[in-house]
């Protein structure tokens, strides 16, 4: 059977309004003053309460949200280019992350008018966080098996059930659960979104300890937890679709190649002026490539910024993204020889992004999910 490949990866500009160059002077004078905070491996997944704060309050968080709830009314982006400088630089921003990636503008367009009033000021101040609960024990790739239920009474909404692989569960104020809300209800068929307090009686947080030690995920139970009508998220029965839309933007920004950032920039440092001949080369090689993601992400950002649904597109830049991101710190072990006696900045940082890096491709979607999408998008199955 013929197969018509004709589709390409048409690059948009990238073409923030205002004085880019200034934006980025003014992120670097604010990373500058938070300098020792810097240089986290992984770093979008490590919380700084404090950076956080410190973010909110010069501006950067809630970027693209309206005036009216504590936004900034910027365009988005221009926070590509802020989230762009504060991952490069290794930033703590763990904590919020979730929360102005994308709970915020799901909130926005689909929440209600008291659950944007209670939760937008604090997500734009850096100091409201949120958790997304989307995976459960027999519901991972396979979302359409979610099987914990929000039932309807007299009183608000119970939910019942657990999720697992939560990020962040245990420093988030909010959680935005995918819940099946008609009983009965099959696949991905009935399913609504509901922003659930991670302080309400009859939720049991546990933590998850990653391979590298730390605590970074956890499972949460829910025990009959009872919710209001508001905090439901959008129309009752559409979770599904509101849940896929937030994939797609989660899947195309510089967080997914930029992860191991800090080592390659560890590695240039260490090398100095006049590296040997290997060096060299991987240092080529990994900037050749770097910059073709960057222009492949920035392209697909303009795209989003368009209005337009790049879904394959977003999902190219993830698996090529991690597939970057999750070589590197190997890349750089071939040829750097890092004795665990050895403590300087370039083994510190590729001890931990040897550990880390297997997760990449698993996190926001798999890959052979994700390239699932991108076949189907292509014409191919
Ligand atoms: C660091 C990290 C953070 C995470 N954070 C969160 C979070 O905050 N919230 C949340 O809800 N989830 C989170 N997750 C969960 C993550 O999204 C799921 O782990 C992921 O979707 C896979 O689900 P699973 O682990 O149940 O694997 P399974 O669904 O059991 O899949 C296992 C493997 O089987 C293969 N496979 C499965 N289905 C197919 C298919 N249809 N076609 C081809 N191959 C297939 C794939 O190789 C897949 O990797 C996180 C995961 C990680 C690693």
């Not at 420093?171 to 068929?189: Q, T, Y």
């Not at 049991?204 to 990653?210: H, K, Q, W």
């Not at 337009?308 to 999750?326: I, R, T, W, Y």
Request: with cysteine; net charge negative.
């Amino acid at each position: 059977m013929a197969v018509n490949m004709q589709q390409s990866f048409s690059i948009y500009p990238f073409d923030p309004p205002g004085d880019v160059a200034a934006l980025r002077a003014e992120v670097r004078a604010f990373l500058a003053a938070h300098e020792p905070k810097l240089g986290v491996p992984n770093c979008w997944v490590v919380g700084d309460p404090e950076f956080s704060s410190a973010l909110g309050a010069a501006g950067f968080l809630g970027m693209i949200l309206p005036k009216t709830v504590g936004g900034h009314e910027r365009h988005p982006l221009e926070r590509y280019v802020v989230i762009e400088e504060l991952l490069a630089a290794g930033a703590p921003v763990g904590a919020h992350w979730i929360a102005d990636r994308q709970t915020a503008p799901l909130i926005l367009r689909y929440g209600s008018e008291e659950a944007k009033t209670r939760y937008l000021p604090g997500i734009c101040k850096g100091q409201l966080y949120t958790c997304i609960g989307l995976s459960e024990p027999g519901a991972g790739s396979d979302l359409a098996a979610v099987r914990t239920t929000a039932r309807y009474t007299l009183d608000g909404w119970r939910i019942s059930g657990q999720k697992i692989w939560t990020s962040g569960a245990h420093m988030s104020h909010v959680m935005l659960a995918l819940v099946r809300s008609e009983e009965g209800s099959e696949r991905n068929a009935g399913l609504s979104q509901f922003l659930i307090p991670m302080d309400a009686p009859g939720i049991t947080i546990r933590p998850i300890i990653d391979m590298g030690g730390d605590h970074h995920f956890n499972e949460v139970f829910f025990d009959d937890v009872l919710l209001p009508e508001w905090a439901m998220v959008g129309a009752r029965g559409q979770g599904w679709a509101q849940a896929t839309a937030e994939l797609a933007l989660e899947r195309s920004g510089p967080e997914r190649y930029l992860s191991s950032h800090v080592l390659m920039t560890a590695l240039i440092d260490a090398a100095g002026p006049d590296p040997d001949l290997q060096i060299k080369g991987l240092i080529g090689e990994l900037t050749a490539e770097l910059w073709t993601l960057r222009q492949m992400s920035l392209s697909t950002a303009a795209k989003l910024a368009a209005g337009e649904d790049p879904m394959v597109e977003a999902s190219m830049v993830k698996d090529l993204g991690n597939s970057f991101e999750q070589a590197l710190p190997q890349r750089v072990q071939a040829l750097v020889d890092c004795p665990s006696t050895r403590d300087d900045d370039l083994a510190r940082l590729m001890r931990a992004l040897l550990i880390a890096a297997p997760s990449f491709s698993l996190r926001g979607g798999t890959r052979e999910i994700i390239r699932g999408i991108i076949a189907r998008g292509l014409g191919l199955r």
